[in-house]
């Protein structure tokens, strides 16, 4: 069984930090050579994007909102996936998914073939 569980969210003044945590078990097991892992974040409101995300050959991609701000990375020893985030804005209150998913045809299949955490809040107060 794949899981995914988050932690690390809470309440933050603006300018301030938090790294968001991801323990991942059962997904390395399934043999997946090529395969992404990422974040997500659902504002108030608003329909679910994508944040930041990192794949098995190292690369990594992230939302122009948060550029320069927020930095992916994993430990694959502990099989976990990080995201620190830094300069907070109260733009970025959110709900944060952290995803696994396979990766062919040019895309990670975050929706056709992933798996999501829970989620963890994150409220940032200006």
């Known amino acids: 069984e794949v899981r995914l569980v988050e932690s690390g969210g809470g309440s933050v003044q603006a300018g301030g930090s938090l790294r968001l945590s991801c323990a991942v078990s059962?997904?390395?097991?399934?043999?997946?050579?090529?395969?992404?892992m990422g974040w997500f974040r659902r504002a108030p409101g608003k329909e679910r994007e994508g944040v930041a995300s990192i794949e098995s050959d190292g690369s990594t991609g992230y939302a122009d909102s948060v550029k320069g701000r927020f930095a992916i990375s994993t430990d694959n020893a502990k099989n976990t996936l990080y995201l620190q985030m830094n300069s907070l804005e109260p733009e970025d209150t959110a709900v944060y998914y952290c995803?696994?998913?396979?990766?062919?045809?040019?895309?990670?299949?975050?929706?056709?073939?992933?798996?999501w955490g829970q989620g963890t809040q994150v409220t940032v107060s200006s």
């Open positions: 995803a696994a998913a396979q990766r062919y045809g040019g895309r990670c299949r975050w929706y056709s073939d992933g798996y």
């Open positions: 059962g997904f390395t097991y399934r043999g997946y050579r090529v395969y992404c």
